[in-house]
């Protein structure tokens, strides 16, 4: 299948490389020249005019960030690489296929996704072209392994035809696909982020409770995480959780929580540990 990557940062590098290595012809965009560069020095097809990564393509893939700004969810990018793709579709033929890989909240492909390339496109989704929304579960140190033996693909679908092109896609990669709607594909993703933070949060509770009590909490958590239930990933006290995805995925769904009047008490008491976490570990290494 021909496929282009809209957004080349780890997620898109990630995700086109692997499509690659399955046999795919992929062609890479970004707007910034850095990824594009070095993707080129490894004999990757690239460009920077997104006409030519739609026009050479039959499914895109959207890999654009989406951070958290004031503790909301920051959909620039992703609207102004939709708005693009959606000019670019005119030059089409065929059924295209747009898939979200960006992590967005609920309802966002649906409400603002699929207007603008509607708008952009002088198109109808489900007829002239389709959306689909699948979330990564990758984790930046081990990317490219995740994406090739991932413990689950989640094809969240506008319609049955754009579900199954999106499914032929992933049928080299041996994991169960589970297909289901836009919205819960979005959910899905946080569901998965925000549970990992807190569990974060929760070991470094019981990593304070344990000190003070003169336990080892490394050994505790090491035991405790020795039930198939429970796992060992995030259980080392004194460690917050960082990074690109986990801080700013929980704040953004605790405001869009908040915008829905749920009170999400026990997910802003996780935020609140990990900045407690991180204030202690700056004192024990203000060099850091």
Excluded: W
């Excluded at 070095?38 to 990757?44: P, T, W």
């Excluded at 690239?46 to 959909?75: G, R």
């Excluded at 609207?79 to 967005?104: M, Y």
């Excluded at 930046?140 to 035809?161: M, N």
């Amino acid at each position: 299948m021909k496929i282009s990557i809209i957004g080349s940062g780890v997620v898109g590098k990630t995700i086109g490389i692997g499509f690659h290595m399955l046999g795919n012809t992929v062609i890479f965009h970004d707007i910034k020249k850095k990824p594009l560069l070095e993707l080129k020095k490894k004999g990757y097809a690239v460009t920077n005019n997104i006409e030519e990564a739609i026009t050479k393509s039959n499914i895109s893939f959207v890999c654009v960030p989406t951070p958290t700004v004031n503790h909301k969810q920051d959909l620039s990018h992703i609207q102004d690489a939709t708005s693009e793709i959606g000019k670019a579709l005119r030059g089409t033929d065929g059924f295209h296929v747009v898939v979200v890989k960006s992590t967005v909240l609920p309802f966002t492909t649906r409400t603002k996704v699929i207007p603008l390339l509607e708008q952009h496109s002088q198109r109808k989704v489900g007829k002239d072209f389709g959306i689909c929304m699948s979330p990564e579960f990758l984790r930046q140190a081990t990317a490219l392994g995740d994406f090739l033996k991932p413990s689950r693909i989640v094809i969240g679908e506008y319609d049955k035809r754009s579900g199954d092109m999106l499914e032929e896609l992933h049928t080299k990669i041996n994991a169960p696909v589970f297909r289901t709607d836009l919205e819960t594909a979005e959910m899905i993703k946080y569901v998965a982020n925000t549970f990992l933070t807190t569990k974060i949060s929760f070991f470094n509770e019981l990593y304070e409770i344990s000190k003070n009590l003169n336990l080892d909490s490394e050994f505790i958590a090491k035991i405790v995480s020795l039930d198939p239930r429970i796992g060992s990933y995030g259980i080392h006290g004194g460690y917050p959780f960082t990074g690109r995805c986990l801080p700013k995925d929980l704040k953004a769904f605790t405001a869009f929580a908040k915008s829905r009047n749920v009170n999400p008490k026990l997910l802003e008491a996780v935020l609140q540990v990990n900045k407690e976490i991180s204030h202690l570990r700056r004192e024990k290494c203000p060099s850091r």
